[in-house]
């Protein structure tokens, strides 16, 4: 597992590239039958990859349980939601399966012991995204599908930001302990995300980007409004943004990304703006 610890604002300032991206940027989370881990210690999220091919693959697989989290199983004392960002595949949960297709999500419940990923088509395999958080009770395992995901359209042509927020491990849609998700997905012609940008002191993001065109990046930007730094990140990587950092993005073509937060409340709308021409 891969652990990131907690930046402190004033240091990031000072960051080089690399260690911007040593820090804060994820990548290679899908690699054929195994489990790649990153745990944050921002809100101690965890971000998880997972890409059966040959094998059914445990959520656990690789990973010494006890040594980093101090449970005798994964979910012993978290919640976790996870998409299929590949082919279709089946997500076991105690021996309850739940079939899943392109950009379904699945929220499971704290205190499920076995989970197990598998591909239905080893020539085009799953690719399971996975973000954990802690959980103080257990709420029901449940699938949700784009469908009965609740819609929020936002943006304009004009602006080059017209796209559509898709709420689905939400207060609108289902309980959790903290953790929320949901899925952003921009219209051709459109290549901003979240701006006016902002902060919430009160909960941390990760943001994940896919379907991004080849040969073309997304410029996530974070940092403090008034000390913006960016990350170029390529299809399925993944940015881990701190409280205090802004979190938003620019591409070179239109893409779909996936947002994971957790912390102090699940208020979507509990945010610090910060009016775009004070960015610096």
Not at 1 to 21: C, G, H, Q
Not at 195 to 205: A, F, K, L, N
Not at 209 to 224: A, K, R, S, T
Not at 258 to 264: K, N, P, V
Request: hydrophobic letters at 35%; one cysteine or more; a negative charge.
């Amino acid at each position: 597992m891969d652990i990131r610890y907690s930046a402190n604002p004033n240091d990031v300032k000072r960051y080089t590239t690399e260690e911007l991206r040593r820090e804060f940027h994820i990548t290679g989370l899908y690699r054929p039958d195994t489990v790649q881990a990153v745990y944050s210690h921002v809100d101690r999220m965890v971000t998880l990859g997972v890409m059966p091919v040959n094998e059914t693959v445990p959520i656990d697989k690789g990973i010494d349980v006890w040594a980093n989290f101090g449970t005798r199983f994964f979910l012993e004392r978290r919640e976790a939601g996870l998409f299929n960002l590949g082919g279709a595949g089946v997500v076991a949960c105690e021996g309850t399966e739940y079939k899943m297709g392109y950009k379904d999500c699945l929220y499971i419940a704290m205190g499920t012991k076995q989970v197990t990923f598998k591909s239905e088509d080893s020539s085009n395999p799953a690719r399971f995204y996975v973000v954990s958080a802690p959980a103080h009770r257990a709420y029901e395992t449940r699938l949700i599908t784009l469908e009965e995901a609740a819609k929020k359209p936002l943006g304009s042509a004009e602006s080059s930001n017209k796209r559509v927020i898709n709420q689905f491990i939400h207060p609108d849609v289902l309980p959790t302990c903290q953790l929320s998700m949901g899925m952003t997905c921009l219209e051709p012609g459109s290549v901003w995300n979240t701006m006016p940008c902002h902060t919430h002191e009160r909960r941390m993001e990760i943001y994940t980007y896919f379907e991004i065109p080849e040969d073309n990046v997304v410029f996530h930007l974070m940092g403090q409004g008034d000390e913006t730094r960016h990350i170029v990140m390529q299809n399925f990587d993944a940015a881990i943004s701190p409280s205090w950092s802004i979190h938003a993005g620019c591409g070179t073509s239109n893409y779909t990304f996936i947002w994971a937060m957790g912390g102090e409340n699940q208020a979507f709308d509990d945010m610090d703006v910060i009016p775009t021409t004070d960015l610096k």
